[in-house]
T-cell receptor
C-alpha cells in the first residue's frame, strides 16, 4: 500500500522569507502523481502544485516550487517570499491511477499535514 | 464553472440518528469521490463513482454508510445510526481526468 509521510507537524516562517515543507512517500508503482494541497481555515482543499513522476523537471507555480527526488521518494515544497495568506495546513498527496469497472480513476493518499504559520 | 458544492456545511446530530449529505459536482465531471477527514489528519478515500456507477468502496465505508449518484449528477452520502466516531469532515471531489480533482468545502459532522 502507498503511504505518505509528513514529518513536520508544524512549521513557521517570517513574512517574505522562504520555507520548505518535507514529504516522503512509499510506492512500488512507476506511474503516479504527487501533489501539495493547501487547506486554510475555510477547510476548502486547494491544489497548490502537481508533479508527474515521469517528469524529471521540478514543477514550479509562481512562488511555489518542489524538489522531487524520485529515487529517494522525496517531494518537498518550497514557498518563496511567504505571505500571510500562505498560512494554512499543507498536505502532501500521492495519486496513482486505479482500474475499476473498465476505466481508471485516481485515488489520493494524503499525508498527515503540516501547519504553516506566517509571522508578520 | 461554479465549483463543487456541498450541503449542509455543518450538521450536528445525536447518536443513533440518520444523516444525509449532498454533493453537487462540477457539471461536466463524470468522476465523483467522497473522502473523510478527521481532526488533524489528511483526508481518507471512501468511495468513487463513474457517472452513476459506484465502482470502488473503501473498507472504511461500513454497512451503515451508503452513497448514491442517481443519473450521474449529484451524489448523496447517508450515514445510518450515527456513532460518535463518525464525527468528521466529509469532503466531496469531482474530476474529468484521473489526476485533477476539485474539492468542495466539505460537510462537518458532529455526533453528540
Amino acid at each position: 500500500a502507498q503511504t505518505v509521510t509528513q514529518s513536520q507537524p508544524e512549521m513557521s516562517v517570517q513574512e517574505a522569507e522562504t520555507v520548505t515543507l518535507s514529504c516522503t512517500y512509499d510506492t512500488s508503482e512507476s506511474d503516479y502523481y504527487l501533489f501539495w494541497y493547501k487547506q486554510p481555515p475555510s477547510r476548502q482543499m486547494i491544489l497548490v502544485i502537481r508533479q508527474e513522476a515521469y517528469k524529471q523537471q521540478n514543477a514550479t507555480e509562481n512562488r511555489f516550487s518542489v524538489n522531487f527526488q524520485k529515487a529517494a521518494k522525496s517531494f518537498s515544497l518550497k514557498i518563496s517570499d511567504s505571505q500571510l495568506g500562505d498560512a494554512a495546513m499543507y498536505f502532501c498527496a500521492y495519486l496513482t491511477p486505479f482500474l475499476a469497472g473498465g476505466t481508471s480513476y485516481g485515488k489520493l493518499t494524503f499525508g498527515q499535514g503540516t501547519i504553516l504559520t506566517v509571522h508578520p | 464553472d461554479t465549483g463543487v458544492s456541498q450541503d449542509p456545511r455543518h450538521k450536528i446530530t445525536k447518536r443513533g440518528q440518520n444523516v444525509t449529505f449532498r454533493c453537487d459536482p462540477i457539471s461536466e465531471h463524470n468522476r465523483l469521490y467522497w473522502y473523510r477527514q478527521t481532526l488533524g489528519q489528511g483526508p481518507e478515500f471512501l468511495t468513487y463513482f463513474q457517472n452513476e456507477a459506484q465502482l470502488e468502496k473503501s473498507r472504511l465505508l461500513s454497512d451503515r454508510f451508503s452513497a448514491e449518484r442517481p443519473k450521474g449528477s449529484f451524489s448523496t452520502l447517508e450515514i445510518q445510526r450515527t456513532e460518535q466516531g463518525d464525527s468528521a469532515m466529509y469532503l466531496c471531489a469531482s474530476s474529468q481526468t484521473d489526476e485533477k480533482l476539485f474539492f468542495g468545502s466539505g460537510t462537518q459532522l458532529s455526533v453528540l
